[in-house]
């Protein structure tokens, strides 16, 4: 099976990541904080500008971005390192937080008078004695989905520096890359079960299943391979990809 043909078999709540993606991650918590804006600065644009007045709208901003109500629970960035503070990250920091927020009594509300919000969130399902990670869809009042961003925003700060941080060292690895060395990322997932095409009574109880194996290399170009060479001066460094399905 090729890589393209595996990709199109993915299911329906994995996302394909975007290119800004891998400029910091793109695991389930990262997409559901991403959902979550989306519909709770929706909900504000919808139901709460239009009800309060024009000096309280910088009060109860729009955001634009993920990134903006984040930082808006933050210090100021230190000025030496660039970066900010590991207390505030980690939420020990007794000058921001998610204090700084501020949220109507309408956008938490979850009496039965508030309307219906369809949003999405991660949970464990169970499918055949298993328990699988599934994006589901939710049809709460604003209050829950709210709330539940909040929960999220408490660690996504952290989580996203993180990830940055862990970007921009691989970066800093494959622009100072040695000569006669390589970088090599690998990781997998396990026990994907496999299904016949056509069901086959003998096979019923001998279910195969699989793990994913995906390779990254990054390495120096070679003359005789890449019709190029890397030279420590002018390097060129090639990605490859590698990608095994190990039955289990």
């Given at each position: 099976m090729n890589q393209r043909t595996f990709e199109r078999l993915k299911p329906y709540f994995v996302r394909s990541a975007r290119p800004k993606d891998r400029v910091t991650c793109c695991c389930h918590y990262h997409i559901e904080a991403r959902s979550l804006f989306s519909k709770t600065m929706e909900f504000r644009k919808k139901y709460t500008i239009p009800n309060i007045l024009d000096f309280e709208q910088n009060v109860y901003p729009i955001y634009e971005h993920l990134t903006d109500i984040a930082v808006a629970?933050?210090?100021d960035k230190d000025q030496v390192?660039?970066?900010?503070?590991?207390?505030c990250l980690d939420r020990e920091c007794s000058k921001c937080g998610?204090?700084?927020l501020k949220f109507t009594d309408e956008e938490l509300n979850v009496s039965d008078d508030a309307p219906?919000?369809?949003w999405e969130r991660y949970e464990y399902i169970t499918v055949n004695?298993?328990?699988k990670l599934t994006l589901v869809r939710k049809c709460t009042k604003p209050?829950?989905?709210f709330n539940y961003f909040i929960e999220l925003l408490d660690k996504f700060a952290g989580h996203q520096f993180r990830a940055q941080w862990q970007n921009a060292?691989?970066?800093?690895?494959?622009?100072?890359l040695l000569q006669n060395h390589c970088i090599i990322i690998h990781d997998y997932s396990e026990n994907y079960g496999c299904k016949e095409k056509f069901e086959l009574q003998q096979t019923y109880f001998q279910r195969t299943e699989v793990s994913i194996h995906v390779s990254v290399i990054y390495r120096h170009a070679i003359l005789e391979v890449d019709g190029v060479e890397s030279l420590p001066d002018i390097p060129c460094i090639i990605t490859e990809h590698f990608l095994c399905n190990?039955?289990?």
């Open positions: 629970t933050l210090c390192n660039n970066s900010y503070s590991k207390a998610l204090s700084l219906n919000v369809s004695s298993k328990k209050g829950e989905m060292q691989l970066k800093c690895l494959k622009e100072n190990k039955p289990g």
